[in-house]
């Protein structure tokens, strides 16, 4: 059983960073393909940024040359840089790993991590 688990959040203020952590109880960075979504209240989940297992990455239009996704195969952990953060930004940010995916479909994704919150003020 897969399990991934986020840590990082916090609040700042705008034009602040954070670095999101998503650690996997398993060496599964090489073989699926790793997304962070953000869902705020009363919104739908959404896409922030996507990994595959070569390395190739996508962002939402939204965060591009602001946020960066990476990962650390033999640490297990995938990781989000966020800069120049905006309040639109305050979500709840969550990590997760698909066989077959992309962040434009949440739903093909396998595993979910609980979660951490991003809070930015204006």
């Known amino acids: 059983q897969v399990q991934l688990v986020e840590s990082g959040g916090g609040s700042v203020q705008a034009g602040g960073s954070l670095r999101l952590s998503c650690a996997a109880s398993?060496?599964?960075?090489?073989?699926?393909?790793m997304g962070w979504f953000r869902q705020a209240p009363g919104k739908e989940r959404e896409g922030v940024a996507g990994?595959?297992?070569?390395?190739?990455?996508s962002y939402a239009d939204s965060v591009k040359g602001r946020f960066t996704i990476s990962k650390d195969s033999a640490k297990n952990t995938l990781y989000l840089q966020m800069n120049s953060l905006k309040p639109e930004d305050t979500a709840m940010y969550y990590c997760a790993a698909g066989s077959l995916a992309t962040i434009s479909y949440p739903n093909w994704f396998n595993y979910w991590g609980q979660g951490t919150q991003v809070t930015v003020s204006s």
């Open positions: 398993t060496d599964i960075l090489h073989n699926y393909y």
């Open positions: 990994i595959d297992y070569s390395g190739s990455t």
